[in-house]
């Protein structure tokens, strides 16, 4: 992994077309903007690994299992 | 065209039902057609990768949740079900849809910056 050391205000680009600024620092936080093409998609890590691991659930218990739903109603959000 | 699924064994469908998703689905860049069936006795969608039988799994229009489901214009949104033998544990990805154009017959898949949609939203109640 390439290490760089940046101070607030300060870019790095990642090719020509994505730019990557330090906001501002606080104690355990760090806030980033990220300019890119639209077509670059930008997601939190986390959040992208867990939508991966939800649709291998899905597609692991899609075949197998059966689910009677006759006494049950559609959860609606209000 | 002959298509395998793991839910419906090997089915007959016309080409021009396949649905392509250039980008694929998130951790499925790979493969990009899909067959979206409705078997008349189920709840839900059945959504089959063309190329890959086993990526398969039941999706659910958003818009039956949350009539304020985001959607983009002649796109549908569409949450994976994930199945549990309990309907309790029957769950439903808000966070991340699929939206599909039934008329194009092209989709895409998004994750939704916003912390109100769930990964795992309990899709039914007794």
Do not use: C
Request: glycine fraction near 4%.
């Amino acid at each position: 992994m390439l290490i760089l050391t940046r101070r607030i205000e300060e870019e790095i680009k990642i090719g020509k077309d994505i730019t990557v600024k330090i906001i501002s620092v606080s104690d355990n936080q760090v806030k980033i903007g990220i300019s890119a093409p639209n077509n670059v998609q930008i997601f939190r890590s986390e959040v992208y690994d867990k939508v991966i691991q939800n649709t291998v659930e899905a597609t692991k218990t899609a075949s197998t299992v059966k689910v009677d739903l006759s006494n049950y109603k559609i959860h609606k959000v209000k | 065209m002959k298509i395998t699924t793991q839910k419906f064994g090997e089915i007959e469908i016309p080409e021009n039902m396949v649905i392509v998703f250039q980008n694929g689905l998130f951790g499925f860049e790979d493969y990009t057609k899909f067959v979206l069936l409705k078997p008349d006795n189920s709840l839900f969608f059945w959504f089959n990768s063309v190329e890959n039988p086993e990526i398969a799994f039941p999706l659910f229009g958003l818009r039956m949740i949350d009539e304020d489901y985001p959607q983009k214009e002649n796109h549908e949104a569409f949450g994976i079900v994930t199945l549990n033998p309990d309907p309790l544990k029957v769950t439903i990805n808000m966070k991340a849809p699929v939206f599909i154009d039934q008329d194009k017959k092209t989709g895409y898949q998004e994750i939704l910056d916003n912390e109100n949609f769930s990964l795992y939203y309990n899709l039914f109640v007794e």
